[in-house]
């Protein structure tokens, strides 16, 4: 493919290296010099592209074609374990980051989409729908923006505002540029990325050569509460799922995790624990019980704490594999789309 060098000037950060050696070789130079300007984006952070330590050919040949836009933060939500940025795009869309901090040091929980067409009933971010999908540039971005916060950057998380599997081709662009050992060099097994259940994304993602962490929003035990919750598993019901995600376990012999919500009256009782049990069954898959982060106009409740204690025994009696996610955004409004909501609806 012969790139288009025209038009307007082009995201960098929506170059795999693959992509830019095609760049540079196509129009008369050494793919050789994709490493420096990798090595000098993203391991140097240089973001004036005149500065990058290539002949002046090859420099004119970047800085006439490529731009090097950076994250616009419009607020920031800081609590004492998270923070939120919320960036405003070149089109005037609002997305969510988060940052996480952990003993161990920092994970940064990014966004694929500009609101989300899942529909999943007790999400935030789902009730703004889906406006476009986010480039890979502008998902790097994000990183890169969360990366000067903190000194000891160790993960990522795909699972912000909208649904990463959605957006497949540019999220695995991301993940290519976040692998690349002369960029950010992050392994596979410090990126996670999470799906509502697109079960061909799911068979697309498996096929690929690197293995990241896979995690399930699963939500419900059988397909009767799930397709209440999550309109996805009408088309993908939790048979057709599980397999998928049992099939990605065994194949990358990974420990794949089942996200679940705990909402009052719905998911939570002793017989559902039972019901995911035997969901389960002896396979590498684990349970993440999370809080329910509740807001205003909310038509669900987290669960009573006892009550999650008391689902949490039946699987642990039953010999599932299950944690239980610190509380790390209550602070800081970091339910997904919880700040951007808010702050669409205060009418900025």
């Given amino acids: 493919m012969l790139y288009d060098i025209s038009g307007d000037l082009m995201n960098i950060y929506d170059m795999t290296y693959k992509k830019l050696c095609d760049f540079l070789t196509e129009n008369g130079e050494k793919k050789s010099r994709a490493e420096i300007i990798f090595d000098a984006l993203y391991r140097k952070g240089i973001t004036d592209l005149k500065l990058i330590d290539i002949p002046e050919k090859a420099k004119k040949l970047i800085t006439d074609n490529f731009t090097t836009p950076e994250a616009e933060c419009i607020d920031i939500s800081d609590g004492e374990t998270a923070v939120k940025y919320l960036f405003r795009l070149s089109d005037g869309n609002l997305i969510e980051t988060v940052l996480m901090r952990h003993e ?21 971010s789902g009730r703004l729908k889906k406006i476009r999908n986010l ?21 990522i998380s795909v699972m912000g505002i909208g649904e990463p599997l959605d957006n497949l081709d540019n999220v695995l662009d991301f993940i290519d540029i976040m692998l690349y050992p002369k960029g950010l060099s992050f392994a596979p097994r410090k990126i996670t990325v999470s799906t509502c259940g697109i079960v061909p994304k799911i068979e697309e993602l498996k096929n690929r050569d690197f293995s990241v962490n896979l995690a399930i929003s699963l939500h419900a035990p059988d397909n009767e509460i799930r397709s209440e919750l999550m309109p996805i598993n009408k088309s993908y019901p939790l048979e057709t799922l599980m397999e998928a995600v049992k099939d990605y376990s065994e194949k990358f012999n990974k420990r794949v995790a089942l996200e679940y919500v705990m909402i009052k009256n719905v998911n939570d009782s002793t017989e559902c624990a039972e019901k995911l049990s035997r969901l389960i069954g002896n396979s590498k898959l684990y349970v993440n019980i999370i809080r329910y982060n509740s807001s205003e106009g909310d038509i669900y409740e987290c669960s009573d704490f006892e009550q999650i204690m008391r689902f949490y025994d039946v699987l642990k009696k039953n010999n599932v594999s299950v944690t239980m996610r610190r509380e790390l955004g209550s602070s800081v409004n970091a339910a997904c789309g919880q700040l951007r909501s808010d702050y669409i609806n205060n009418g900025n």
């Avoid at 161990?104 to 935030?124: E, L």
């Avoid at 000067?148 to 993960?155: A, R």
Wanted: glycine letters at 14%; aromatic letters at 8%; proline letters at 0%.
């Fill in 104 to 124: 161990y040091g920092g994970s940064v929980c990014v966004s694929t989409q500009a609101g989300c067409n899942m529909g999943c009933k007790f999400c935030r």
């Fill in 135 to 155: 480039t890979a540039g502008e998902i790097v971005s994000q990183v890169l923006f969360v990366k000067k916060q903190t000194d000891n950057l160790s993960g």
